[in-house]
C-alpha cells in the first residue's frame, strides 16, 4: 500500500472524505505543487510526490476540523483543448 493510501488507513483525513487535487510541479522550483478547486486553503507543496500528498491530507484534515468547508466551486474535470 503506498503512502497516500496509508495516510488514509490511520485515518488522517477525518470522516474519509474524498477531494480530488490538481498537482502540478513548479518550473522555477521543481517542487510539486497541489491545491483542491474551490476548497479554500487546500493547497500545500512537497518535493516528491509523497511529500505533497502528505503535507495535502495534514492541510485538509486541519482545515476540517473546523467544520465541513463552503466550496467556492466543483471540479469537473480536465478537457483537452485543440487550437488551430
Same mark, same amino acid.
Given at each position: ?17 474524498s477531494?480530488?487535487?490538481v $498537482?502540478?510541479?513548479?518550473? #522555477?522550483? /521543481?517542487l ?6 474551490g476548497f479554500?486553503?487546500?493547497?500545500? =507543496?512537497g518535493d ?11 492541510? $485538509?484534515?486541519?482545515?476540517? #476540523?473546523? /467544520?465541513e ?11 483537452p483543448? =485543440?487550437?488551430g
Open positions: 500500500m503506498g503512502t497516500w493510501d496509508a495516510e488514509f488507513e490511520r485515518g488522517r483525513v477525518m470522516d474519509m472524505n477531494y480530488t487535487a $498537482i502540478e510541479r513548479c518550473a #522555477e522550483t /521543481g510539486f505543487v497541489g491545491y483542491v478547486p479554500p486553503g487546500a493547497h500545500a =507543496q516528491t510526490l509523497d511529500e505533497l500528498k502528505h503535507h495535502l491530507v495534514e492541510v $485538509i484534515t486541519m482545515l476540517l #476540523e473546523e /467544520g468547508p463552503q466550496l467556492e466551486s466543483e471540479f469537473i474535470g480536465t478537457h483543448v =485543440q487550437v
